[in-house]
């Protein structure tokens, strides 16, 4: 990859201010906090699909850019894993094709393994 092509999508990821400042605030640690206990730190996707798993990362279900005021609402936010939160944010990586394809194979009962990290 070209240097300038690496600081172009280091770049996309990155939060506007407002969002950083927020990310960064007492009033989100302390939300984050309250929603990773409610949860028992269990991945909530993981569980809707039958599996444990934790999970340390609190994840808006209706993203700050499409509604801001939805921020701190604790209906809005959940535990999950960061394998899910890849899987939600495929800007980041997962693919909107292979998320699909995941989401049609789930639909229809199968059984997806994932690479071991370990490995």
């Not at 809005?76 to 394809?101: P, R, W």
Request: net charge positive.
């Amino acid at each position: 990859m070209q240097k300038g092509a690496s600081v172009m999508i280091q770049r996309r990821y990155q939060h506007d201010a407002k969002t950083e400042a927020f990310y960064h605030s007492s009033d989100w640690r302390s939300v984050r906090e309250l929603v990773l206990r409610r949860d028992h730190f269990l991945c909530q996707e993981c569980l809707r699909q039958g599996i444990v798993h934790t999970g340390n990362t609190v994840h808006h279900i209706v993203p700050l850019k499409d509604d801001w005021n939805k921020r701190l609402d604790l209906d809005n936010l959940e535990t999950i894993c960061l394998a899910c939160h890849n899987k939600e944010h495929f800007e980041k990586g997962y693919s909107q094709e292979q998320k699909d394809t995941d989401r049609h194979a789930k639909m229809m009962g199968a059984v997806l393994f994932k690479r071991n990290p370990e490995l």
